[in-house]
């Protein structure tokens, strides 16, 4: 007998199909970067290779105004560089990930390497899609905490809201959720606009 997957069903983040590699939980930058270029997006979290589903329309749009505003006060006030997906980030030899924005700040612009970055970035933020959340919010959380990364905003599209955490003795601690006049007390870039200009088409 048959199934057939009902046609509102989402796509969701899962550990790979099997293919030519290693097995799970044995995966490294070497065999991530031999993988054939299939128009699948995938990552590495502890030795274990995810597929991920491609981010839809409104996703995209939230992006791209968050990566506006971060280069506008990252970028062009010299404090470092901002990267949107897809780009490769090495947390560890067994972990590679691509966020959906990255910030280097400049006293770790030697992170940056022709072919990815090396080593946590400052911040990374992630955008949630109803196929990613639980990713973003569980194993890939966990990984940014392992390496290290200092600070991460959870951004939901949805409910137009912006989670910040930072780390705190290997664990991420929140410092709220905003929305609205909101502004984010972050502490590795001050963006002088309120959370709803984020989510303003």
Sequence with gaps: MTTSVPLDALPVVTAAAPL??????????ADYAALPDDGNRYEIIAGVL???PAPGAGHQ??????????VTHVEFA???RVF???VDVELAPDTVVQPDI??????NLDRITPSRIIGAPDLVVEILSP????????????AYARAGVGEYWIVDPGAQTVELLTLDQGGYRSHGVFRGQARLPSSVVTLPVPIERFFQG
């Design 102 to 107: 990255v910030v280097i700040l400049s006293a």
């Design 50 to 52: 995810y597929t991920t």
């Design 61 to 70: 749009s939230v992006s791209a105004r968050l990566v506006t505003f971060l």
């Design 131 to 142: 196929g990613t959340a639980g990713h973003d919010q569980r194993e890939k959380q966990d």
């Design 78 to 80: 010299g404090l470092g």
């Design 20 to 29: 030519v590699g290693p097995p799970q939980g044995r995966w490294t930058y």
């Design 84 to 86: 949107a997906a897809p």
